[in-house]
């Protein structure tokens, strides 16, 4: 076999990991670090014309997360996107059926920032 990639993707932010992650974020939220978060969960298809997803992770400000689920981030998980103070800026809850993930730490954001609604969080679903 011919070995055709190599480097290290950093993943498995599903609720528990992603949890543990908290005390970081929020820090970073409240100190301007992180601006936004986008989630970007779902499918760009395998074909190279197919990326939607790519393209608008190239775009975002260095200011933002992305909480994925789901295989678009087989498009944009090797873009070199960085990280913000140790937070990677691609956070992997898995798989589509991992959205579950998300929504779980949507609302623990929610609660740790005393917000009446989950729609005040800095959360954009492009």
Same mark, same amino acid.
């Given at each position: 076999?011919?070995?055709?990639?190599?480097?290290?993707?950093?993943?498995? /932010?599903?609720?528990?990991?992603? +949890?543990?992650?908290?005390?970081?974020?929020?820090?970073?939220?409240?100190?301007?670090?992180?601006?936004? /978060? /986008?989630? +970007?969960?779902?499918?760009?298809?395998? *074909?190279?014309?197919?990326?939607?997803?790519?393209? /608008?992770?190239?775009?975002?400000?260095?200011?933002?997360?992305?909480?994925?689920?789901?295989?678009?981030?087989?498009?944009?998980?090797?873009?070199?996107?960085?990280?913000?103070?140790?937070?990677?800026?691609?956070?992997? *809850?898995?798989?589509?059926?991992?959205?579950?993930?998300?929504?779980?730490?949507?609302?623990?954001?929610?609660?740790?920032?005393?917000?009446?609604?989950?729609?005040?969080?800095?959360?954009?679903?492009?």
């Amino acid at each position: 076999p011919v070995e055709i990639e190599k480097g290290e993707i950093i993943g498995g /932010f599903a609720h528990t990991q992603g +949890m543990q992650l908290a005390d970081k974020v929020v820090d970073a939220v409240k100190s301007g670090a992180i601006k936004k /978060f /986008f989630v +970007m969960a779902g499918c760009d298809g395998r *074909a190279k014309s197919r990326n939607y997803y790519t393209d /608008f992770a190239k775009a975002l400000p260095k200011d933002t997360v992305i909480l994925t689920a789901g295989c678009a981030k087989y498009k944009y998980n090797k873009l070199d996107l960085g990280d913000i103070g140790g937070i990677p800026r691609v956070l992997d *809850a898995g798989q589509c059926n991992d959205s579950y993930s998300l929504a779980l730490i949507a609302l623990k954001l929610k609660d740790v920032f005393e917000l009446e609604d989950i729609n005040e969080l800095p959360l954009a679903f492009p």
